[in-house]
């Protein structure tokens, strides 16, 4: 899989409006994009003034294809590059333009904020995702800028590249966890691959007994077993057997996100026997997203908060939307990276399934707190395209006050806000968290991907 995130630098300038601090702050800006980790800079070596210029460059961009242009209005400049550019490569495009010198005298310096109005609408009227960044070189605000517009053409680009396999389908009843795979394929990029749980369940099975001792070796790194209430050791070794088996399904179906049906089938004595959700957190903690109940929009929605934030996210049911703070909560499927620090994670017989306490397994702990983003995405009401919710939060530091795991959340915009909004408009009740403020790049996403935006404010 490709790792190099290639950046097209295109730093335009008008004819004989070229100095020797535009230069500098050429060399600069280029400076700052290859030190870039991950980046690849081509390009860049010189003004581009003229149509001959831009030409040969372009040609040497069609032959390195890059993921991103950025092009810096270091003056006003041609009106035809850009759009030549974006229409040939087909990528995203930068527009950076900088703040406007004192006259000198009297005589306009750069004009670089008119050059990139001029070609926001080209792009626009093209409808070539763009992005503005108006800042200074080696300011903050141009890092930050720059920096945003990379996290989301990364995040668009694996998602034409998702393969999200779906073992089992939704659970019954959760039209909630409904998908239209060619529906996700055709607005936002993934695929959909269909596994059954029988499949899953007979390679659990043939595990050799080396391949049995290092999952359970894995899951046993992540928690231990609750003193009390922890599964016995047949319970302990389906679970890991389990989990063993998804990472096969991953090779086999060439698939890199999961979304699980983990009931009512693996809980059935008859079939499998055990709670299945600890497997889902130590999948997710191990770098195979696992959504819960067959949610595989719930699954796409966890990859992008990962790939947005750098952090592993929580698939999780909203419990509590009143008051001061709102609870998110699963039943004990949390990557135990996301654990309250301080806190130990524990390995135990699920809270609910058969009146509690006879099958597990759960990994129970609460969330560590901090800034975090909710997120739910979503088809329209008719089908026709896609919708995502976005609220911000803080996050509470949280006790193990209800088993599972939760974490408090007070909402920016207030729980009522966020409960009239969510049943108004008929929300799923599976959520993403993602840890950070990830807004501005949701947004950004959502205008690239002609997703429908819904923030609580």
């Known amino acids: 899989m490709k790792n190099t995130f290639k950046i097209g630098y295109l730093p335009l ?20 994009l290859q030190s870039l980790p991950g980046v690849e800079v081509i390009g860049g070596d010189r003004m581009i003034d003229f149509e001959d210029k831009a030409i040969q460059e372009l040609e040497y961009f069609e032959q390195q294809r890059p993921d991103l242009i950025v092009a810096q209005f270091m003056t006003f400049s041609l009106g035809v590059i850009v759009p030549m550019f974006a229409q040939r490569l087909k990528v ?6 900088m703040k406007e010198p004192d006259p000198n005298g ?29 800042a200074e070189v080696g300011s903050e605000a ?90 016995d050791d047949e319970q302990l070794k ?40 600890s497997t889902i957190g130590h999948l997710t903690n191990h770098g195979l997203l696992t959504a819960c109940e ?4 719930g699954a796409v929605m966890m990859r992008i908060g990962q790939e947005l934030s750098g952090d592993l996210p929580f ?8 008051g001061e703070y709102g609870v998110a909560w699963h039943c004990g499927a949390a990557p135990c990276k996301i654990c309250k620090p301080g806190f130990e994670p524990k390995l135990c017989h699920s809270a609910t399934i058969e009146g509690g306490g006879v099958k597990g397994v759960t990994d129970e702990f609460p969330l560590k707190p901090g800034r975090v983003t909710l997120t739910r995405l979503g088809e329209k009401r008719d089908g026709d395209g896609f919708r995502m919710l976005i609220a911000t939060g803080e996050g509470l530091n949280t006790d193990l006050f209800v ?55």
């Open 142 to 231: 141009a890092e930050n800028g720059l920096g945003k517009a990379i996290r989301v053409v990364k995040t668009v680009n694996m998602l034409q590249r998702m393969r999200i396999g779906v073992i089992g389908g939704r659970v019954p009843g959760f039209f909630t966890s409904s998908c239209d795979e060619m529906l996700l394929r055709t607005k936002i990029g993934p695929e959909v691959k269909f596994i059954t749980e029988h499949e899953v369940i007979e390679a659990a099975k043939k595990l050799t007994a080396l391949e049995l001792d290092s999952a359970l070796k894995t899951i046993l790194s992540d928690a231990k077993v609750h003193e009390s209430d922890g599964p």
């Open 294 to 297: 067959g949610d595989a929009y």
């Open 403 to 457: 088993r599972g795991n939760p974490l408090k959340i007070k909402f920016d915009a207030g729980c009522d806000k966020l409960r009239e909004v969510v049943i108004d408009q008929g929300w799923e009740h599976h959520y993403a968290l993602s840890y950070g403020d990830i807004l501005p790049e949701l947004i950004d996403l959502c205008r690239i991907l002609d997703i429908e935006p819904v923030v609580v404010k």
């Open 106 to 134: 009297g005589r306009l310096q750069n004009n670089s904020f008119c050059a990139a109005n001029m070609n926001s609408h080209f792009l626009y009227r093209m409808h070539v995702p763009y992005f503005h960044v108006h």
């Open 315 to 322: 698939f999780c049911d909203m419990i509590v939307m009143e």
């Open 13 to 32: 300038t008008k004819a004989n409006w070229t100095n020797d601090k535009l230069e500098n702050a050429r060399q600069q800006a280029k400076a700052y």
């Open 238 to 277: 389906k679970s890991a057997a389990l989990f063993a088996a998804v990472g096969k399904m991953k090779d086999k179906f060439l698939v890199d996100t999961f979304a699980m049906r983990c009931w009512p089938e693996f809980i059935s004595s008859d079939l499998y026997g055990i709670a299945v959700c």
């Open 92 to 97: 995203p495009v930068v527009l950076w333009s």
